[in-house]
């Protein structure tokens, strides 16, 4: 069964800035439509549900991961919550299946035990587990979602 991909966002990678292990520091995300911000309070408890392919690109195994695969597949931004100070969630790449470059569904289910992390605002601490406000303060107020892009170290 295949899957109809008939709204989609669609971006290439033609630059590469390496690091010195080898991963590119110019990640990209794909940044949903604005129409996507806002108030979804309501889905908490539910899925983010996405498709992704790839035309092309370099899957092998010496190259797929930048950063050995310590990325966010997903994060969602609100600039208002905290006081206005702001709250950023992550799902990890490391909790999916992740990506070949095939035509892969994901569903990421939207409550605090699935294993949305909270960054941090000192970039020296790692990424902390979501709690159950925090994630329904995120929905509430959308203003940013993004889905890992560029998975890896080649073009």
Not at 10 to 24: A, F, H, I, V
Not at 72 to 94: D, K
Request: with cysteine; proline share 3%; hydrophobic share 35%.
């Amino acid at each position: 069964m295949g899957v109809d991909i008939n709204r989609f966002i669609y971006s290439s990678d033609n630059l590469r800035n390496m690091d010195e292990n080898g991963d590119d520091k110019n990640v990209w995300y794909f940044v949903a439509p604005s129409k996507f911000n806002g108030w979804w309070g309501l889905a908490y408890k539910g899925y983010l549900d996405f498709h992704m392919t790839s035309f092309t690109g370099d899957f092998s195994s010496q190259d797929l991961f930048n950063k050995n695969g310590d990325l966010n597949m997903v994060e969602i931004e609100c600039i208002t919550c905290n006081y206005r100070r702001g709250i950023i969630i992550g799902f990890p790449l490391s909790s999916t299946a992740g990506f070949s470059g095939s035509t892969s569904s994901f569903s990421i289910e939207l409550h605090e035990r699935a294993g949305w992390l909270r960054k941090p605002k000192n970039p020296l601490h790692p990424w902390s587990q979501v709690t159950r406000c925090e994630i329904i303060e995120v929905l509430s107020s959308i203003s940013s979602l993004k889905i890992l892009g560029d998975f890896t170290r080649w073009y």
